[in-house]
């Protein structure tokens, strides 16, 4: 198993129309990609989030599953017009 966590700080002008587009295209992918077990997203209310105002979870099968995850055409559709409104950072592990 891989546990991939995701925090994104937002970038000037994004909508909060956008930032739910974000969590419901996030949360599509799963069903959609071999090995992606679980997804867990939304706004983040923590005090101590250091400006990361949206966080997720995802669990993987294994590696491979990740790394698949990283090329699938749903995966890349979503960062094609998610890059520009974040400022992201990943932690991935097998706990």
């Given at each position: 198993m891989v546990i991939h966590t995701f925090a994104f700080r937002w970038k000037p002008n994004v909508t909060d129309e956008q930032r739910q587009r974000v969590i419901a295209s996030?949360?599509?992918l799963q069903g959609r990609i071999p090995g992606l077990e679980g997804t867990w997203?939304?706004?983040?209310?923590?005090?101590r989030s250091h400006g990361y105002e949206l966080g997720g979870v995802m669990?993987?099968?294994?590696r491979a599953a990740l790394d698949a995850y990283a090329r699938h055409p749903a995966h890349q559709?979503?960062?094609a017009w998610l890059?520009?409104?974040?400022?992201p950072m990943e932690v991935d592990f097998e706990p």
């Amino acid at each position: 198993m891989v546990i991939h966590t995701f925090a994104f700080r937002w970038k000037p002008n994004v909508t909060d129309e956008q930032r739910q587009r974000v969590i419901a295209s996030i949360r599509s992918l799963q069903g959609r990609i071999p090995g992606l077990e679980g997804t867990w997203v939304g706004a983040n209310f923590s005090p101590r989030s250091h400006g990361y105002e949206l966080g997720g979870v995802m669990k993987f099968a294994d590696r491979a599953a990740l790394d698949a995850y990283a090329r699938h055409p749903a995966h890349q559709e979503l960062l094609a017009w998610l890059m520009p409104l974040i400022l992201p950072m990943e932690v991935d592990f097998e706990p």
